[in-house]
């Protein structure tokens, strides 16, 4: 059974940086393609970032470049996403997704976790 649970949300100031983890299961992380999306009050979901099972290649939504990085452990079966310079507006419910294509994400992805909440405020 597939599953992703994400964790490390939480209250941040703006400039500060968070970590967050996706502990999958039920799959190893070269068979898909994983990715964080995120969804602010009131507003569609998007895409922040993407990495490839099979090469880590990583994408990154453009507002998130240079402040977000994504990692992953094989052994441990997680993918870290690293938000560095927060701002307000970066505030919504973090989602990680998997599938159904190896080495890219589109907005269908077929497996979600639930999501963590960042709140980015003074």
């Known amino acids: 059974q597939v599953q992703l649970v994400e964790s490390g949300g939480g209250l941040v100031q703006p400039g500060g940086s968070l970590r967050l983890s996706c502990v999958v299961s039920?799959?190893?992380?070269?068979?898909?393609?994983i990715g964080w999306f995120r969804q602010a009050p009131g507003m569609e979901r998007e895409g922040v970032a993407c990495i490839s099972g099979t090469d880590e290649s990583t994408h990154y939504k453009d507002s998130t470049l240079g402040r977000f990085t994504l990692s992953r452990d094989v052994a441990k079966n997680t993918v870290y996403l690293e938000m560095g310079s927060l701002k307000t507006e970066d505030t919504a419910v973090y989602y990680c997704?998997?599938?159904?294509?190896?080495?890219?994400?589109?907005?269908?992805?077929?497996?979600w976790g639930t999501g963590t909440l960042v709140t980015v405020s003074a």
């Open positions: 997704a998997a599938g159904p294509y190896p080495d890219y994400c589109v907005s269908a992805m077929e497996y």
């Open positions: 039920g799959f190893t992380l070269d068979r898909y393609a």
